[in-house]
Structure formats: structure tokens, C-alpha cells
């Protein structure tokens, strides 16, 4: 059938230095639509925080809302070319990256988790979503975060599994330190009974060497696109960290 060149609305194309996939086309025709951005995101997961901020909304939408979907729109607009790009390397470690945005919500000040999984140099997994409960703590939403982080990577490392390829202590990078000490550290249990039970699996994944939490500056912390607004020079470093490039600059 020849080589892969579209498949369910993304664009992909093939060269030495690796595989890009983008949904430029489909880009295009969103510019003409009020619609349709949480798909988008497949490819673009530069935008997944506002667009899953906005869809919260979506039932009872304000002006202001609208005009926050514009400015999408006119970012879209302006890197209609980009998409996320699969270098070619021998690379195959896991990692996870974690982070939250404690008591963002200014309606119900719920924080905010995002997430990103890489498989060598390249993106694979990301999320961003509001957590059920309103955390107390900044320790307490990291922990949840990084929890949500375990569960993703748990599932792809028996995927993987079933390709012959075994990872033990993957990492899931944090920039909490609090956090970090609840997973590693016992003597906190009589400090952490407010948070829920079903985010302490985390802590025993940890003692059994399945995940290993590390420290990461907040400089380096590549989650903080999937939970909070950045500046311009934040999110375009993070941006090109994660992948996400303009297509003409890498393929001739």
C-alpha cells in the first residue's frame, strides 16, 4: 500500500532523522468551525490545558469564554505547521514527568494535574485534568498528581511487557519535595490521613521498586504546560522539549 501518509486525520511523514506527525489540514478547517479542539490536542498537546479549561464550561459558556477560545483559535493559526516529532535514536528508557497547580480553580479552587510520558526522547502520554477533591496542601496535590503519573506508567510498562521490554524503578520526575518525602518516607503517614487512600499506592509502587519519584527544578519540570499558564518564553521552551515543532524545519 506504499508508505503511511494519513491515517484518522493525522498527517504523518517519514524521514532519516525520524517520523512527524501533525494534523495541519485539520487545523486548517478548525479555523472555520467553533468546535472540535479536544481532538486536536492528539497532536497538539501545547493547547490540552486551555482546551480542557474551556470544555469545563462548555454547558454554560460566558463571553468570556468565547473570547479565550479566540485567542486559541489565533495561536492555532499561527502554527497551523506544527505537530509533534518522533526523532530516531536508540533511546527506550521510561520516565514520567508530574506536576499541579495547587488550587487553580478560582470557582471551586481545585488543583489542576498534568502529565507527560516519555518512551526515550519521545512524547507518547500527557493529561491535564482538575482533581475530584480540593486539596490542602500544595504536598497533597503533587502527591495525587504524581499518583495519577504512576497509574499511566504502571499501564505502559505492561504494554510493554508484552514486546519483551522490561523497565524496573522508572522514574517520575517531581518538583515537590514534600511530595517526594509522603512517597519515600513512612514516617509521614500520620501527617497524610486527609489524602485519600487510593492515591497511597503510589508509596508502596515506590517500595517496590516499580517507580522511582526524583526531584527536577521547576525550571525543568515539563508538566507545568499541562496545568498552568506560562509565559511566552516558558511555554515555547517547553513546547520544543516535548517535540512540538513546525514541520518545515525538519523535513526539506
Not at 497532536?43 to 473570547?67: G, T, W, Y
Not at 496545568?227 to 524545519?249: C, D, N, Y
Request: glycine fraction near 4%; aromatic fraction near 12%.
Amino acid at each position: 500500500m506504499g508508505e503511511l501518509n494519513f491515517f484518522l486525520g493525522l498527517q504523518i511523514k517519514q524521514c532519516q532523522e525520524g517520523i512527524y506527525i501533525s494534523q495541519s489540514k485539520y487545523t486548517k478547517e478548525l479555523l472555520n468551525m467553533i468546535g472540535s479542539l479536544l481532538y486536536l490536542t492528539a497532536s497538539r498537546p501545547d493547547i490540552l490545558h486551555v482546551v480542557c479549561l474551556c470544555a469545563r464550561f462548555q454547558s454554560n459558556p460566558k463571553e468570556s469564554h468565547m473570547s479565550a477560545v479566540k485567542r486559541i483559535f489565533r495561536y492555532l493559526k499561527g502554527t497551523i505547521q506544527y505537530g509533534l516529532f518522533y526523532p530516531k535514536n536508540e533511546n527506550f528508557s521510561l520516565k514520567g514527568y508530574s506536576d499541579s497547580d495547587y488550587a487553580g480553580n478560582i470557582d471551586d479552587r481545585k488543583s489542576t494535574s498534568g502529565s507527560c510520558q516519555f518512551l526515550g526522547d519521545c512524547l507518547v502520554s500527557w493529561f491535564s485534568k482538575k482533581q475530584n477533591c480540593v486539596s490542602l496542601s500544595t504536598a497533597e496535590a503533587e502527591y495525587i498528581s504524581a499518583a495519577f503519573c504512576c497509574t499511566q506508567l504502571l499501564w505502559m510498562k505492561q504494554t510493554l511487557a508484552d514486546y519483551k521490554c522490561s523497565f524496573e524503578n522508572v522514574p517520575i520526575f517531581c518538583d515537590n519535595i514534600s511530595a517526594i518525602n509522603i512517597a519515600q518516607n513512612p514516617v509521614h503517614h500520620n501527617r497524610t490521613k486527609y489524602i485519600e487512600i487510593r492515591h497511597h499506592f503510589l508509596r508502596d509502587c515506590v517500595s517496590k521498586q516499580k517507580i522511582e519519584i526524583s526531584f527536577v527544578p521547576s525550571q525543568d519540570q515539563l508538566a507545568d504546560i499541562f496545568t498552568k499558564p506560562l509565559s511566552s518564553e516558558t511555554f515555547a521552551s517547553i513546547r520544543a522539549r516535548l517535540g512540538i515543532m513546525h514541520v518545515g524545519k525538519l523535513i526539506v
